[in-house]
């Protein structure tokens, strides 16, 4: 692309097939980390241990945050290798095809299997969280500035309908999460790996890969350009202020998310109690209204811009915590001053409405945002640190919330997810977006 050259919109089929693989590894987010296989892993295959299931979730906690560990320390460096040789697509073939793999082997993790069910977690965790960051890094590449918010919206809530299939049809087909039902829920992993692998074909026939690979140096490997190149980047830094500081409030916010994503419904089984009817309805729920969280903030933030739109989705999620922390209480003191006779289940089904908003518009500003603040030669690059801040924030948080519950139980330790959105606000009104935008423009228009 010459020099200050406009970013030209991608075909509507490329940007359908970017969108497809938001849409099919949205099984594995939803299936194995959220809704099915965290529950049946921390309540069946561990199970309770006499200590309210606190050593089961602790146990998941640090699967996960071992995973992320890992993505920490290889995405900036994938990242530059994918830059320098223009990979991108092919980094994103062979994290696929890892997370799809170990996702099927999870048929094997019966109880008592703790151990092996451990590692499968953290070799698909890692392929899946990487693949993230490599979608992600396509996002610039697909649009002007001014669309990358409904690029990226789109991207988000197709992704909630596959997961609305997905999860819809394991719910239905094979039931609940208990050792009553482990024969049937047993097939959650070879079905979660198998719609990744059918519904993200699209993605690999229709995405382009634009940048042109550079010549190795004699004597020089891929590892020691990449180096250079994350050590380069991390200098530069400090040419983008913003993008720096968004990522401080990014680790912060994430760090909160994460949590939920690992532990909704581990909460609403261990603390709310809830029956297998809701825990479905719930599910339905917060698949919708992430979907209309994600759209809808989409097409605002082109307006409004990402950086308001981004601290407006974190005032929701401050609202929502605190609104899952005092479910029980709330539910109780409903039903003495207003004679009803409600239970605790069905206020949270409330409540789901409110995190569902929270949870697809957030993750796509924040990835609009880096976006804006990226040059489309480091592209790849600057979305591998992207995903660093997100996974470093997975590590953070989520064993930030397992010792905590494991000290004070569930319930309490939840209102930590709610101190670090309200961190990651104060640290994000430091951002200035239009700054960030220059920045990215000046880099490129002098590189390019």
């Not at 082109?302 to 929502?320: F, P």
Request: with cysteine; charged share 10%.
């Amino acid at each position: 692309m010459p020099a200050g050259a406009p970013r030209e919109r991608a075909s509507r089929r490329e940007i359908f097939g970017w969108a497809m693989f938001d849409f099919a590894n949205q099984a594995y987010t939803l299936l194995i980390i959220t809704v099915v296989f965290g529950e049946l892993f921390t309540t069946v295959i561990v199970g309770d241990r006499g200590d309210g299931y606190r050593f089961a979730n602790l146990l998941w906690s640090l699967a996960l945050a071992l995973s992320y560990l890992l993505v920490v320390i290889s995405g900036p460096v994938c990242g530059a290798v994918m830059d320098y040789a223009a990979a991108k697509k092919h980094f994103l073939f062979v994290s696929y095809l890892v997370t799809v793999g170990a996702t099927a082997l999870l048929y094997w993790v019966a109880p008592g299997y703790v151990w092996l069910g451990f590692a499968l977690i953290v070799v698909s965790n890692t392929a899946y969280s990487l693949g993230e960051s490599f979608i992600a890094a396509f996002l610039p590449d697909l649009g002007p500035p001014r669309d990358l918010g409904k690029i990226s919206g789109f991207g988000w809530a197709l992704g909630y309908v596959g997961g609305l299939f997905a999860a819809g049809f394991t719910l239905v087909m094979l039931g609940e999460a208990t050792a009553e039902n482990f024969e049937r829920i047993r097939w959650v992993g070879p079905f979660a790996a198998g719609f990744f692998l059918i519904t993200a074909i699209p993605t690999f026939l229709w995405l382009k890969e634009r940048g042109r690979p550079q010549a190795l140096p004699p004597g020089r490997g891929y590892l020691a350009i990449a180096g250079d190149r994350v050590a380069t980047t991390l200098h530069e830094l400090r040419h983008f202020r913003d993008l720096a500081i968004f990522l401080v409030s990014l680790l912060f916010s994430m760090a909160g998310i994460y949590i939920i994503i690992a532990f909704a419904f581990i909460y609403g089984a261990q603390v709310i109690g809830w029956d297998a009817e809701i825990r479905n309805l719930m599910f339905i729920i917060v698949q919708i209204t992430a979907a209309a969280g994600a759209l809808g903030f989409g097409f605002i933030q082109d307006r409004i811009g990402a950086k308001v739109t981004y601290l407006c989705t974190l005032g929701l999620w401050v609202a929502a915590i605190l609104a899952i922390w005092a479910t029980p209480e709330l539910t109780a003191w409903l039903n003495v001053r207003l004679g009803l006779d409600w239970q605790a289940q069905h206020l949270f089904l409330v409540v789901g409405c409110l995190a569902g908003l929270s949870l697809g518009s957030s993750q796509s500003a924040s990835r609009a945002l880096v976006g804006l603040f990226s040059p489309l030669a480091k592209s790849a690059e600057f979305f591998g640190f992207w995903g660093l801040a997100n996974k470093l924030a997975g590590v953070f948080g989520i064993v930030a919330l397992g010792l905590l519950q494991s000290l004070v139980g569930l319930q309490a330790s939840i209102l930590l997810c709610a101190a670090l959105f309200i961190v990651a606000i104060l640290v994000c009104l430091f951002v200035n977006q239009a700054r960030g935008q220059r920045a990215a423009e000046a880099w490129h228009n002098g590189r390019a």
